[in-house]
């Protein structure tokens, strides 16, 4: 069974920094990309930044150049370094890993797992 457990979550003022992390255990095999999401109330969820297993990343717009993400593949674990944060990225945010395979079935677009998100608040 495939777990993600997210920590790192809490309450900061505007322009201050959190770090999120996110680790996957359990049978996982070949992982696609491993990424964050967040979700505000009464909005979508979206995507924030996701990074490949051969380190390609991708950002939204909206935390381009302020948010960084990494991995360390040897832990099957992903972080999100968050600087210059903003009222507006309140939000739960989850840690997401997309495998090809998943209970030994192989998914051609991949298989997402979920974390069970964290809180991030932004006070102004």
């Known amino acids: 069974q495939v777990q993600l457990v997210e920590s790192g979550g809490g309450l900061v003022q505007a322009g201050g920094s959190l770090r999120l992390s996110c680790a996957a255990s359990?049978?996982?095999?070949?992982?696609?990309?491993m990424g964050w999401y967040r979700q505000a109330p009464g909005k979508q969820r979206e995507l924030v930044a996701v990074?490949?297993?051969?380190?390609?990343?991708n950002y939204a717009d909206a935390v381009k150049g302020r948010f960084t993400i990494s991995r360390d593949n040897a832990k099957n674990t992903v972080y999100l370094q968050m600087n210059s944060l903003k009222p507006e990225d309140t939000a739960v945010y989850y840690c997401?890993?997309?495998?090809?395979?998943?209970?030994?079935?192989?998914?051609?677009?991949?298989?997402?797992?979920w974390g069970q998100g964290t809180q991030v608040t932004v006070s102004s």
């Open positions: 990074i490949t297993s051969g380190g390609s990343t």
């Open positions: 359990g049978s996982i095999f070949s992982i696609n990309a």
């Open positions: 997401n890993m997309n495998t090809a395979y998943a209970d030994g079935y192989y998914y051609r677009d991949g298989y997402d797992y």
